[in-house]
């Protein structure tokens, strides 16, 4: 950055792209003059409706694009339906398995989840030709939209094949991949990052519309991954890589974390002195040193540099112990790093099968069904390592295209290894499965099935490998204190304590359970959105705003959404003046849909202080009853706001 002061006024013009290019970076393109704005690129943004434009600008176009852009942007009326008994621990889990398209499932997380995911992993459809991708049309009404055979499942979804002969091959891709980008970036924290697994197929599109929708400034690096530990020695050259792309929200805020040094990285540590062993770390370098100062080796030859650290911390170390001094050969000092209190190593661009494996992620998986029941799982090992660079121990994960919830298995697995408290989110359509595959025989009817069950087992397997371990360790500690010589094994017993406790506290603590939630039409009956399309004769049909088959559980978690709050939050049952009350995370939310709403059970409700109440319309007496309660909390309980459905 230049030290000389501009002396002209504000560039408002530069500072109001800046602005726009928070919001929307693919409004920005380039132009002779440098960044410019897109105007119908943000008209469209600005517009339920197609709006065309002809302008040449430097950006990936396809046919669909602009209805892409009109799907991310249109509202949708449906909810997440909680259902209790396919969770694990409901109560008091923060791990959400949602069943539903995903592109309305990120519809309704932009509330609740707006800025806060600090990662994304996703693991798209690759688009080999033979993948199902989906046709997101918002614009038909419901009689067109069944008379396009073959478009809809019995589960409702818009999953169609996507054959590379079509000539809308890279588009319908695109048009499906670009909406749900746009949704998943409002998500990102500020210094959030995405991981998107891809092969040869599509990673050249991918970029451009990642370009666009996160800004090409915002591009972290693209990973080659060695997915197999073998090949097939057919056709001209074998392919045995995939991509795996990270764009973050901002990158003047990215701070990616170290993996863990690998085996071979350990063996460079060879040296050992009474702190332990190290490495050495080069301070004389002929390029990249920058200090010069005279510096006498142990034989008495003089050195002047260029030295890579300055003479005073030069000194320092020397006086310390940390310079290791070589008398043969080109005889100077080198610095030591040493192995204890190494932090990891930060990751590269390219990562072999010691990071995982295709084979290994199958071989896993199936230990765990005793069946192989899902073709080309991601490998735990793997996520695990995208998990620890792209997130910290209290961060939500949200995977939007979870198939057979690998990444759950990795949060569930890394929080178990380093006493973290991450959180996941998994997304999936209810996509059947195949009715001569393994799966479906083992009575699995649908990939959601699979990755529910997976995420109980894995839960399961890893306490139990926990148990095991402090059997493990509780057994090498009985060997020594059954010895006389305890001052000697002090040490150990210390240590092997402190890991039987980090164990115990793990299995105590470990969240290993989630919420299912399944998409679903409003728990509101039309009229509550469009009274307008009815007579007054058909009111009366109507005097119930709330479908016949929903519950109590529905209606809170539609109300969690439409106020902006994580299902994840903690929900109670309680009695107060003999009605039932849902209570949100303490004082958070109160949600009451008995009847008989009246001034002495408004009194009750006051005393908690909630920060919002909901009421079902129904449950007053009248419009008098309903102010008087109304008027009531106003005064008694200010800073709560009452709401109605």
Same mark, same amino acid.
């Given at each position: ?35 410019? #704005? ?64 995903? +592109? ?44 396009? $055979? ?110 863990? +040094? ?82 990891? &190593?930060? $990751? ?144 150990? #017993? ?8 980090? +164990? ?20 509101? &009956? ?38 902006? +709050? ?33 001034? $002495? ?11 919002? #109440? ?20 106003? &005064? ?10």
């Amino acid at each position: 950055m230049s030290d000389k002061l501009d002396m002209t006024s504000p560039d408002l013009v530069s500072q109001n792209i800046e602005k726009i290019a928070q919001l929307f970076p693919n409004c920005v393109t380039e132009s002779a003059n440098g960044l410019a #704005i897109d105007f119908d690129q943000l008209k469209q943004e600005l517009s339920k409706d197609i709006v065309e434009g002809n302008k040449e600008r430097y950006r990936l176009e396809w046919p669909g694009k602009r209805e892409a852009i009109v799907t991310a942007n249109l509202p949708i009326n449906k909810t997440l339906r909680p259902a209790r008994e396919e969770s694990v621990d409901f109560d008091n889990t923060e791990n959400l398995y949602i069943e539903g398209d995903n +592109l309305e499932v990120l519809k309704l997380l932009q509330e609740s989840y707006l800025g806060k995911i600090k990662m994304i992993y996703i693991d798209p459809p690759y688009n080999t030709g033979k993948d199902f991708v989906y046709k997101d049309n918002f614009t038909q009404d419901t009689d067109e939209y069944q008379e396009e $055979a073959g478009l809809k499942d019995e589960y409702n979804n818009r999953l169609v094949a996507n054959p590379d002969t079509s000539g809308r091959y890279h588009s319908d891709w695109l048009t499906m991949m670009y909406p749900r980008l746009k949704l998943a970036r409002n998500l990102l924290t500020d210094d959030g990052v995405i991981f998107i697994s891809i092969d040869d197929n599509e990673v050249h599109n991918l970029r451009k519309i990642s370009d666009e929708v996160f800004g090409d400034d915002n591009f972290v690096i693209e990973i080659a991954w060695r997915k197999s530990d073998n090949q097939a020695n057919i056709g001209n050259i074998a392919r045995v890589k995939e991509y795996i792309l990270c764009y973050t929200k901002r990158k003047d805020l990215l701070n990616l974390n170290k993996i863990p +040094l690998t085996d071979k990285a350990k063996k460079e540590y060879s040296y050992k002195d009474s702190e332990g062993f190290f490495r050495r770390a080069i301070l004389l370098h002929k390029t990249r040193g920058r200090h010069y100062y005279d510096v006498t080796t142990k034989n008495g030859n003089t050195l002047n540099g260029p030295w890579m650290i300055k003479e005073d911390e030069f000194l320092e170390k020397d006086r310390n112990n940390e310079i290791l001094w070589t008398n043969s050969g080109d005889e100077q000092p080198y610095g030591k790093i040493y192995l204890h209190k190494s932090t990891g &190593q930060i $990751a590269n661009d390219f990562w072999d099968t010691t990071f995982g494996s295709n084979q290994e992620a199958s071989i896993n998986l199936e230990k765990i069904f005793e069946n192989r029941i899902f073709d080309f799982p991601k490998s735990t090992k793997l996520l695990k390592n995208i998990v620890t660079i792209g997130s910290d121990k209290k961060a939500i994960i949200l995977d939007f295209f979870s198939g057979s919830a690998s990444t759950a298995h990795s949060v569930i697995q890394l929080n178990a290894e380093d006493g973290g408290n991450r959180k996941f989110i998994m997304v999936q359509v209810p996509e059947r499965t195949d009715e001569k595959s393994e799966a479906f025989k083992a009575g699995y009817d649908t990939i959601c099935e699979i990755g529910k069950e997976r995420i109980r087992r894995a839960g399961n397997a890893i306490i139990d490998n926990q148990k095991a371990l402090i059997k493990q360790k509780g057994e090498e500690l009985e060997k020594i204190e059954e010895k006389n010589d305890l001052i000697k094994d002090e040490e150990k #017993i210390e240590l092997l304590q402190s890991e039987i406790n980090a +164990l115990q506290f793990s299995i105590d603590n470990l969240d290993k359970g989630f919420r299912v939630y399944k998409l679903d039409s409003s728990n509101m &009956q039309d009229v509550y959105y469009t009274p307008n399309q009815y007579e007054q004769g058909q009111l009366d049909l109507l005097e119930d705003n709330i479908k016949p088959d929903r519950n109590s559980d529905d209606l809170v978690a539609q109300i969690m959404l439409d106020w902006g +709050l994580p299902l994840s939050l903690k929900i109670e049952q309680t009695k107060i003046a003999n009605k039932e009350v849902f209570k949100v995370a303490d004082d958070a939310l109160l949600c009451c849909f008995d009847e008989g709403i009246d001034e $002495a059970f408004a009194k009750e409700i006051a005393k908690l202080k909630p920060l919002r #109440i909901v009421f079902r319309d129904k449950s007053f007496k009248d419009d008098t009853a309903k102010e008087n309660v109304k008027q009531l909390l106003k &005064q008694l309980s200010p800073d709560s706001e009452m709401k109605v459905i």
